[in-house]
């Protein structure tokens, strides 16, 4: 067990230095992207900060989970893509939950991380902006 869980760590962080490193910036890039996109629509219709409200908010939860979904699933799907292709070519195998972990890391993680903060600092601009200072 304790080799496997050894050689699997060592797998991942070969990643960024083989083929298709260019997708550990570019796909965190995009869902940043849309998650600011998110995050600033967010802000207008003055829904609350989307991590957040996943867990405190169960009556809309499967509505916001869709909606992120919508922004960040073909990132994901991308990613999961890029990362079977990699492990096809220097591998020569396909390990399943470290498709879903690398293409989670770089999708996901950075899209829910982000766009709740990008939420918050819209809605303090448009207050300040408000204000008149």
Do not use: C
Request: charged share 20%; glycine share 6%.
């Amino acid at each position: 067990m304790a080799d496997w869980l050894v050689r699997t760590w060592h797998e991942i962080v070969a990643r960024p230095d083989g083929p298709l490193a260019m997708r550990f910036y570019l796909q965190p890039a995009m869902a940043l992207f849309f998650a600011i996109h998110d995050g600033l629509d967010d802000a207008r219709k003055g829904q609350p900060a989307y991590f957040w409200a996943l867990f405190t908010d169960p009556l809309h939860r499967r509505e916001m989970m869709q909606d992120g979904w919508k922004s960040v699933g073909t990132i994901f799907i991308l990613a999961v893509i890029l990362d079977i292709v990699y492990q096809l070519m220097v591998l020569h195998a396909i390990r399943p939950l470290q498709t879903v972990f690398i293409a989670t890391l770089l999708a996901i993680l950075p899209y829910t991380a982000f766009r709740g903060p990008i939420n918050r600092v819209a809605k303090m601009v448009r207050r300040y902006l408000a204000v008149g200072v």
